[in-house]
Structures are given as C-alpha cells and as structure tokens.
C-alpha cells in the first residue's frame, strides 16, 4: 500500500506544480514528471494492477491528450475495472487510427461484451474473426483462438436471451460499506437462520497480514458479520485461529446450522500459492472457531477450492481441478459412510460439469438442488450462477439451468447461497456499484409486486379420459421450496391453485396405478389475477 499512496501523492504534487510553473519552464518539468508517471503506471499495468495503473495513464492523457498508446492503456484498465463502459470511447478512438494495435478490435469487442453491448459485440467479434482468416493476425501474439471468438460469440447470444427473459420482480443491491470495501470482497456463507454471514476479503485482516508477492494484495482473510434487526453490523475477522496472515485462507463452504466452517488455504510454497492449495475444516464451539483440520480424504495434490453439505451432513460436494475430470475445475461429491467417514470422491458427471471451470457449488438445506457456478453450459460470459435438481427416482442430475438476468452478468458471478425461506440470496460480483473490484450483492424477491394466479386443470387417464384421483405436490424451481400438498376433486379430477406470479414452479403429480409426472411452468407478471389452465393426462404403470 506505500506504493499506491505514493503515486496518490505524487499526482497530487505534480497537479500542484503544473499549475504554478512558469511558463518558460513548464515543458521541461512536465516531460520530466510525465516520464516519472509513465515509469510508474507502466510497472502497475505490467503486473495487472490496473486501477494504479489507470490514475497514472488518465493523467498521462490529460498532458499529452491524443496519443495512442495511452489510450490503448486507458481503455484496458477500465476494460479491467467496474467502470468497463468507459473502455468504449478509448478503444473506439484506437481502433480508428492508423496502424492500431492488432488486437484492438478484439478487445473493443470484449468491452462491448462486458458492457452489456451484446449486438455491437457480436459484429465486432465477427469483424475480427474475418481480419483473422484473411489478414494472417497472429493468434498467438494474443493467446486467442477462433473456437473462442465463437464461443464468445454464443456467449453475446446467451446474453441476449437471458435479458429478454429477467427474473420478474426480483432486484440485487448491494451490501454495503459494512461488508464491502475497497478491495475484493467475495463467497458469502449464511446459516440456516440468516444471521450469521461469513465472507473472504483481501483487504489487511490484522496488523500482521502480508501481502501476496505474486499480486502485490494483501492474503485473502476471512470476516464474519452477524444481523442487528435486518441490517448488517460492521464486519470483523474470524480470528487468529483461522487468519494465518501470510498464506491465502478462504470461507469456501457452511453447513446450515452454522458450526461447521469449510476453509480453503493455499499453499505455503510462494511459487504454489495461486495454483493449489487444500479444504480444512473449523468447528464452531460456544462462539469461537478452532483451528482448521485438513480434510484428507477429500484433498488431494490437485487444487481443491471449494465445498458445501447438506443439512443432514451426509453429502458433500467440492470443486477440484484433479486429474480425470472433464476440463478445468470439475464439482465432485463424497458420501458418509457407516463408519461417518467420508467415502472416495466421485465426479458429478458430464450434466453438471464442463470442459470448462464450474465451482462455488451450494446445497439448499432442502436437500435436493444444487447451485454453483460454471464457465460452461449457456453463461453470458465468465462465471455464470446455475442449479441443478437431483431426481432421486432416477439417481442423477437434471441438466443445469442459467439462473438468468439480473443474478448473471457478462462478468463472473460466483457463490451465490439462499436464505432458508428462499426470498433472499446473497453472491458475489463485480459491477458498476462496488466499492473495490468485487462486492457482495443480494437478490431481493419483491413479492409485493406479484399478483396471484388461479392455476386449474383436470387430470385425467390418457387412454379413456376418465377422471383421477392424485396428489399434486408444488415446489418453487427457485428457492426450491416445496410450495404444499394438495388433492384434485377425487369425483372430478379437478384441482385449482393460487400461486404468486413472476416465478416458476414444477408440478408432480402422483396417483395409485400411474406413473409419476413432472410438468414446470412460468407464470409470467398479470396487471389483475387471471387463470392459467394446466390439464393433465396420467399413463398407467405397466
């Protein structure tokens, strides 16, 4: 940190002095202090520090406006920060110049992509893929490949789907300057009662945190805050027994009662510290943490980054890049066994993972769905939020859905965890409003906004018609909470149904002598009630 408020100070010395210079003397202290600047930012944007880097270069563009390679930088590092729309006028002025850095293009279309310009994107992607095959870019120069330009590509179509389609009545905000800060705030953890969150921060823990020397930030440190009435108390670290100070320790995973902590530690080797590192455990007794345990059975030479259980502590599910996955970083999961030991990981399997990362992996305390977050399946770029539901009668996963807009960004959203009663989840993500790079939001269900829908049909046999008898089990695909238990008209085969509006919900039906059917429904935001007819047909078991 002496070096970001050293380059405060001396922009805010130099501004002091161009504006008191005589005017014979003026150019030659200017160049002399913008080459100082230039010394500086050019350090900051080699190590990828851009919002130093971006104080310098703005700076740099305020003496010697118009000049190219400032702009290109200018561009980048807002390409890199919260602010990503501002990359636009920069890039664009680069891109109309002569002889333009071969990439720009490329990453014009990416601040596009990032900006929510899906359709300017999407032409400035296939812009650059035609000056690829017909212009002999070097692809190497810039680490890109044509499959990814097209997958980026599909990326913007996503993106412009899943905003035609946002989730009804619901807002994310975020949480504030008592959870936020200036720097990296991210994985939040809740108990089953909302009153506990536990979070990671890079920011300075204690006195004795150090700072990573790959990134220059200080080691990711974990905090925890609890509720005053609905409001969020100023965050505080866990404690020395879990805050080592000079190795990344992160909140990766809670159970819902609260009392067991999953910690992620990187390693101690300085040159292995970002590429692996190991799930410890910490029990919670009469308030205070204990000191973390390696999971053994669980960890492996691999990098284990994540974890969540389920409320019977039976089920455990993590993120591993070890060997034998589908690509990246794959979700795995263990069972106690008998012995309440846990069992040899078993991969999730190919409807779940990708060949690209998937990780943040939440069980509801329901049981049955799982959430996390995948770089893979249809993401409008980065890390999108995804839940998948286990159907037990079938012993696997359904194929994952896109938790849509505004949860999911172009940029990553990660950890994304419900509230029990299903009307609040809390994540992280980088946008606009946050205080540092990524920022803690929570997704709101603004229920006073739903009307109710009368949801009627009659369920009949497929083959003569004939009226059944059933069970009508509704749950919200949402927070999966199971909405009731309901009966049709055992003369009739009748049912009717009030449900809120602006969510979506999976019917299953049961009867004696028939199979079992599932149906899920929309119901989209009615200006009045109305009703929504679903008939049903049965197929009897052979």
């Known amino acids: 940190m002496k070096t970001c408020r050293s380059l405060i100070s001396f922009i805010i010395i130099l501004n002091a002095l161009l504006n008191t210079l005589p005017v014979i003397g003026q150019d030659r202290e200017t160049i002399r202090f913008s080459n100082r600047i230039e010394e500086i930012a050019r350090e900051y944007y080699r190590i990828n520090d851009y919002n130093r880097a971006l104080e310098g270069y703005l700076i740099l563009d305020s003496i010697h406006p118009g000049n190219i390679m400032y702009n290109y930088r200018i561009?980048?590092?807002?390409?890199?920060?919260?602010?990503?729309?501002?990359?636009?006028?920069?890039?664009?002025?680069?891109?109309?110049?002569?002889?333009?850095?071969?990439?720009?293009?490329?990453?014009?279309?990416?601040?596009?992509?990032?900006?929510?310009?899906?359709?300017?994107?999407?032409?400035?992607?296939?812009?650059?893929?035609?000056?690829?095959?017909?212009?002999?870019?070097?692809?190497?120069?810039?680490?890109?490949?044509?499959?990814?330009?097209?997958?980026?590509?599909?990326?913007?179509?996503?993106?412009?789907?899943?905003?035609?389609?946002?989730?009804?009545?619901?807002?994310?905000?975020?949480?504030?300057?008592?959870?936020?800060?200036?720097?990296?705030?991210?994985?939040?953890?809740?108990?089953?009662?909302?009153?506990?969150?536990?979070?990671?921060?890079?920011?300075k823990a204690t006195e004795n945190t150090k700072s990573d020397p790959l990134t220059g930030q200080f080691y990711e440190s974990i905090f925890y805050s609890?509720?005053?009435?609905?409001?969020?108390?100023?965050?505080?670290?866990?404690?020395?027994s879990i805050n080592l100070g000079n190795i990344h320790t992160s909140a990766v995973g809670l159970n819902p009662q609260g009392t067991q902590l999953f910690i992620y530690q990187g390693d101690n080797s300085r040159f292995s510290a970002r590429i692996a590192g190991d799930l410890y455990l910490s029990m919670n007794n009469k308030g205070n943490w204990g000191k973390p345990d390696a999971i053994e059975i669980i960890n492996s030479k691999y990098w284990e980054s994540s974890a969540t259980i389920n409320e019977e502590e039976t089920f455990l599910v993590f993120a591993s890049d070890r060997a034998g996955g589908f690509g990246g970083i794959d979700l795995y999961f263990s069972r106690k066994n008998i012995n309440g030991d846990w069992a040899e990981p078993e991969n999730l399997g190919a409807y779940i993972n990708t060949k690209f990362d998937e990780d943040g992996p939440f069980i509801h305390p329901a049981g049955n769905k799982l959430y996390f977050s995948s770089k893979g399946h249809n993401t409008m770029g980065g890390f999108d939020i995804f839940y998948s539901e286990f159907l037990k009668d079938k012993n696997r996963w359904t194929r994952p859905e896109n938790m849509g807009y505004p949860v999911n960004s172009p940029d990553d959203d990660i950890f994304f965890v419900w509230s029990a009663d299903g009307e609040r989840a809390y994540f992280s993500s980088e946008r606009a409003d946050t205080y540092g790079n990524t920022d803690i939001y929570m997704l709101i269900r603004n229920d006073k906004e739903n009307t109710f829908v009368n949801v009627s049909g009659i369920i009949r046999d497929k083959i003569d018609q004939s009226?059944?008898?059933?069970?009508?089990?509704?749950?919200?695909?949402?927070s999966n909470n199971l909405i009731g238990i309901f009966d049709s008209d055992k003369n009739t085969g009748s049912f009717t149904i009030s449900l809120k509006s602006g969510r979506k919900y999976s019917l299953t039906i049961k009867a004696n002598g028939y199979q079992d059917k599932i149906m899920q429904f929309s119901i989209t935001n009615q200006p009045e009630p109305s009703e929504l007819i679903k008939n049903v047909t049965l197929t009897r078991k052979k």
């Open 467 to 478: 009226s059944v008898f059933a069970e009508i089990l509704i749950k919200d695909l949402l």
């Open 75 to 203: 561009g980048i590092c807002y390409l890199h920060s919260n602010r990503k729309s501002n990359a636009y006028p920069y890039l664009e002025f680069v891109y109309n110049q002569e002889d333009p850095p071969q990439n720009i293009l490329f990453e014009l279309a990416r601040a596009y992509h990032l900006g929510f310009e899906f359709e300017k994107a999407i032409i400035s992607y296939e812009s650059f893929k035609k000056q690829i095959l017909y212009q002999s870019i070097d692809l190497k120069a810039g680490n890109i490949e044509l499959s990814e330009l097209d997958r980026y590509i599909q990326m913007c179509r996503n993106g412009q789907r899943l905003i035609r389609n946002p989730i009804q009545n619901t807002s994310v905000i975020n949480l504030g300057s008592e959870i936020n800060s200036e720097y990296d705030d991210f994985g939040p953890l809740i108990n089953k009662d909302e009153n506990l969150l536990i979070f990671t921060s890079k920011r």
């Open 226 to 240: 609890n509720k005053s009435g609905e409001n969020w108390i100023s965050a505080q670290s866990i404690g020395p």
